[in-house]
């Protein structure tokens, strides 16, 4: 059995069917890139996944336990979380400082913490750790709001890190970003890959093609083919749906 399943998930809003009867799974271990055009449902499925917006149907599982009744918060305490496609970061604050808030969220602390966070030293630790692991340990007293693009998505990744968790959803963590942030960004995700299946998002198809053990592509709400990198990049239908990014597939490849 699959560390994370989907099954049956259905979204409506109103007439239209933005999710339909989608099933996927992502082993341990493991990069699963769900693809599509703009329009296709990818966001909201990843909405779905996180509890921020309710199924009409189908069924959520992470190691064994059953997400489809829980809330956001009991899914990340389940062991999974997610980056958004707009950052979530606190732009006023210092690095460490959003840091230290995440570590702390996801610490089960007391309040006392709040008095002197920078006291803290398990928690200081523990954001320091989070900085190391995503290239930002230069940047800790850096106001986040001033940090390049490419380190603000970074530190968003971190943020979700500090929930450590078992299945990593990354709802396009290269958008915006040129080649050469998109390729750490690459080697980040990779890393990662040792401790955490990961969900990928991504319209950046060099990224997708390098990081991918299988690939869904999502079509109108729908499932329309799953399957390795070879698979996918062979496959006619994907060409189809791609026409006219076809240069962006060949590109990549
Ligand atoms: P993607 O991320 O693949 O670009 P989305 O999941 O954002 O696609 O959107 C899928 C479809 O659902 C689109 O037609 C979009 O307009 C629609 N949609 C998404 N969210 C809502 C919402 N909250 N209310 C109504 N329609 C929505
Ligand atoms: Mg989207």
């Known amino acids: ?38 329009g296709a449902g990818k966001s909201t499925l990843v909405n779905l996944i996180s509890g921020l917006v309710p199924a009409d149907a189908g069924h959520i599982s992470l190691d064994g336990v059953n997400l489809t009744p829980l809330p956001m918060h009991a899914r990340v305490r389940a062991g999974l979380s997610r980056c958004f496609q707009i950052t979530s970061i606190f732009r006023e604050a210092t690095v460490m400082d959003n840091l230290l808030l995440a570590a702390q969220a996801h610490a089960g602390s007391s309040l006392h913490v709040l008095r002197d966070r920078r006291h803290e030293q398990p928690l200081a630790d523990t954001a320091r750790a989070l900085a190391e692991r995503v290239g930002l340990a230069h940047e800790l007293d850096r106001t986040a709001g001033t940090l390049p693009h490419g380190a603000q998505r970074k530190l968003d990744v971190a943020l979700a890190l500090a929930a450590r968790p078992r299945l990593l959803l990354l709802d396009e963590p290269m958008a915006g970003m040129g080649p050469e942030d998109s390729e750490r960004m690459t080697e980040l995700i990779h890393r990662l890959k040792a401790d955490m299946a990961i969900l990928l998002i991504e319209h950046d198809m060099k990224a997708v093609f390098a990081l991918a053990d299988r690939i869904s592509v999502l079509v109108y709400g729908r499932v329309l083919v799953s399957g390795s990198v070879d698979e996918i990049r062979g496959n006619p239908q994907v060409q189809a749906v791609y026409l006219g990014t076809e240069d962006t597939m060949a590109e990549a490849a």
Do not use: C, W, Y
């Open 1 to 38: 059995m699959s560390l994370f399943q989907v099954d049956g998930l259905v979204k409506r809003f109103g007439a239209l069917v933005a999710t339909d009867h989608v099933s996927l799974a992502v082993n341990a271990g493991e990069v699963h890139a769900l693809i599509g055009p703009n």
